[in-house]
């Protein structure tokens, strides 16, 4: 479903991603972990489409497409999608409203039929319950005013409602209680399909413990230094990443 | 006070002083009547304060004497359909309905008949014959509170008019709504709407005026409201502006507030080439609340000016205005509040924001609170901001699919939104949301 061959990208520059090579099939579940300022993030977004990236060689290959030659809105139609660590507020829009027309547009482009309203409100109520949040956010601001929780459930009700072939999760389990990191990690587990995959970024091992991944790579210095399964993440929690990057280094502590 | 005019102001000036004169001729029996006794010295005042100059301050960044230098001839009505006016109004609104097609009432299309108990509503000449109401008529028109050369220019060559007097007590049950709409072609007309509206004590109407253009034209409509809010009423003024994209437009709304009462104004300016909107209100007593709330978008050409002035001259009144625009292209955009707190209007509380999106590089926004206290217990406040799109959120919601003309126009329309949250009538906040997202695209 996703190639990655090779991919260097830079931001202004400075190198982030040095040499990037990931295969993900449908339905696996991926987890990329790794120190802070690794690079996770940054292959995140460029996956997204985001504009600050300058992608300096390799490819990305995505359903038999070539990804890097899309718009941000034509990744999310083909299956994208990415949760944000931060997503943003914007005040004026409201939640309901927003779900809607991202709904009926992605459809539209998707070449399916466009909800009317009975069915949207079925549809976006069923979504709702699968992530526990509470109807009353719904008619509030996009995400203005949420608490961090709220946040990323709202993320998780995106994408939900816009089924994505590959859902990618930037941090979204950073600074969550464990009530919300269940909410998040069970919305997950009922999207999983034979046909759906994930890729999961994350800093901490805990998320793992609810989502179990077919693979865990760990990215360093931008690059993928290390490919495990789910017992790769438990190693980490108990001995940190310093081994990791004593054993790449070669510098011994 | 003497004031200088330049010479080119008099020659304007002059200019409107021969077309008054010759309209005055073909009035033959009414040539002596009051009302044109009170035009005439309107026609006098005008050339006392002539045409503001460039070097006028309140006028820096509008020059309003282009408008003016121009030669329009009077308006004399045109014909429209039904459709037009439906198009043109609130089709979905109850309310009581006056339709002016170039400044000419038109009866078919109106509908005033059936007016609740304690509700009037006529043209001027029918309030000044009425001895009940000639007095307010009479006071209203020339009252000095709010007068510039622009409410001098409409006294003097207003057509009808429309009086609305609310009675004591009285809730009026459904919006009066005052339609403007002008028909291009041929020779470029000016109109002169005039609104007159008293709400005694105790009393609530809403007055919405609406400004469409059929095609378009070039004209200029020049249109002078004078509200007085009795003790404890509320007046909701509402303007919502399509003039054609090659109209001028001065639009002045001078309210005097009398003691507990409220005016709100209500505000959205998407037509003209050249708009400016002198919005005045006159605090009386104490207790009052002003509302102002105003959005514009200006594109290609255009350029929107609105000046409001809040005089607080009394204690304990409250004062609150949220403007929001958004300039494109080579819109200009202008704003200049002004609030003055008197040194006896202590426990005054003055709340003032303007914020405005630039859109690209040739656009111009100028933004200029003024706030003038000289009282020393008080709570006034002002913000005033000139941003971009943010790409940020542009971003975020092309990940959900949008593209980024969707996601630009739903962000602009989250902009302005938030003034229009303020508007009390639901069909006018619902038009005004429509005629928003024509106009973004």
């Known amino acids: 479903m996703l190639k990655i061959k090779d991919l260097k990208v830079s931001v202004e520059d400075k190198e982030i991603l040095r040499g990037i090579n990931l295969d993900i099939k449908p339905g696996e579940i991926h987890a990329i972990m790794g120190p802070n300022g690794s690079g996770k993030s940054t292959l995140s977004h460029v996956l997204a489409g985001k504009d600050d990236y300058e992608v300096d060689s390799g490819s990305i290959e995505f359903c038999g497409e070539d990804l890097l030659d899309m718009e941000i809105d034509e990744r999310a139609i083909a299956g994208i ?173 | 006070m003497a004031i200088a005019i330049d010479n080119k102001s008099a020659a304007i000036v002059a200019k409107y002083r021969t077309l008054f004169d010759v309209k005055e001729k073909q009035l033959n029996g009414q040539k002596n009547h009051p009302l044109q006794t009170i035009r005439r010295q309107a026609m006098d005042r005008l050339e006392d304060i002539g045409f503001p100059a460039r070097k006028d301050e309140d006028y820096k960044y509008t020059y309003v004497t282009k408008i003016v230098k121009e030669s329009f001839a009077e308006g004399k009505g045109a014909t429209i359909g039904k459709n037009v006016a439906e198009a043109a109004g609130f089709p979905e609104l109850d309310a009581y309905q006056l339709v002016f097609v170039n400044g000419v009432l038109n009866a078919e299309l109106s509908d005033t008949k059936h007016l609740m108990a304690g509700l009037t509503i006529s043209d001027m000449k029918t309030a000044y014959e009425n001895a009940d109401t000639q007095a307010l008529v009479e006071k209203a028109l020339t009252n000095e509170l709010g007068l510039n050369a622009f409410v001098a220019l409409n006294t003097a ?83 919502l502006q399509n003039e054609s994209q090659s109209a ?130 008080v709570k006034c406040s002002h913000g005033a901001t000139i941003g971009q799109m943010d790409e940020t959120s542009i971003y975020y919601l092309r990940t959900r699919g949008m593209s980024l003309e969707q996601a630009r126009s739903m962000l602009q329309f989250a902009f302005v939104a938030e003034v229009l949250e303020n508007f009390q009538i639901e069909a006018v906040k619902e038009k005004a949301l429509a005629m928003m997202a024509d106009k973004l695209g």
Not at chain 1, 196 to 201: A, D, E, G, H, K
Not at chain 1, 225 to 244: F, M, Q, S
Not at chain 2, 198 to 226: H, K, M, P, Q
């Open chain 2, 157 to 239: 060559f207003a057509h009808s008019g429309v009086f609305i007097h609310v009675a004591k007590g009285t809730i009026v049950d459904k919006p009066i709504h005052i339609s403007n709409i002008t028909v291009s072609g041929g020779a470029a007309i000016m109109t002169h709407p005039q609104i007159v509206g008293i709400a005694e004590e105790s009393s609530e109407v809403s007055v919405v005026e609406t400004y469409y253009a059929v095609n378009d034209g070039t004209y200029f409509t020049n249109s002078l409201s004078r509200f007085v809010v009795g003790k404890n009423a509320h007046v909701h003024h509402y303007k």
């Open chain 1, 81 to 253: 999608f990415l949760a944000f660590q931060y997503p943003v507020e914007i005040p004026g829009v409201s939640n309901a409203n927003f779900l809607k027309s991202m709904v009926n547009s992605v459809r539209k482009a998707r070449g399916e039929e466009e909800m009317n309203a009975m069915e949207m409100l079925k549809y976006l109520k069923a979504k709702t319950k699968l992530v526990e949040l509470d109807q009353a956010l719904l008619k509030r601001s996009l995400n203005e005013g949420f608490s961090g929780g709220e946040k990323k459930r709202n993320e998780m009700l995106q994408m939900a409602v816009l089924e994505p072939k590959l859902g990618i999760l930037d941090e979204t389990d950073s600074g969550l209680d464990i009530d919300a990191l269940r909410i998040v990690a069970n919305a997950v587990n009922q999207l999983r399909t034979k046909d759906r995959s994930f890729l999961i970024v994350t800093h901490y091992q805990r998320l793992l413990d609810y989502i179990v991944p077919d693979f865990v790579h760990v990215l360093y210095n931008g690059q993928i230094v290390k490919t495990g399964d789910k017992n790769l993440a438990l190693e980490l929690e108990k001995r940190g990443y310093d081994w990791i990057k004593e054993e790449v280094d070669g510098v011994s502590a």
């Open chain 2, 248 to 377: 001028f437009q001065i639009n002045n709304a001078i309210a005097t507030q009398e003691r507990d009462s409220t005016y709100s104004s209500y505000v959205l300016d998407l037509g003209g080439k050249t708009v400016r909107n002198n919005l005045s209100s006159h605090l009386q007593s104490s207790g009052t609340n002003t509302n102002l709330y105003g959005v514009y978008l200006a594109k290609g050409n255009q350029h929107i000016d609105n000046q409001s002035f809040i005089d607080h001259a009394h204690p304990h009144c409250e004062s609150n205005e949220l403007y929001k625009g958004i300039i494109d292209d080579k819109g200009r955009g202008v704003f200049n509040g002004k609030v003055n707190v008197r040194q006896d209007a202590q426990k005054t509380n003055a709340f003032q924001q303007n914020s405005s999106l630039v859109l690209s590089n040739t656009a111009i926004m100028d933004t200029k609170p003024q706030l003038e206290i000289f009282a020393d217990d």
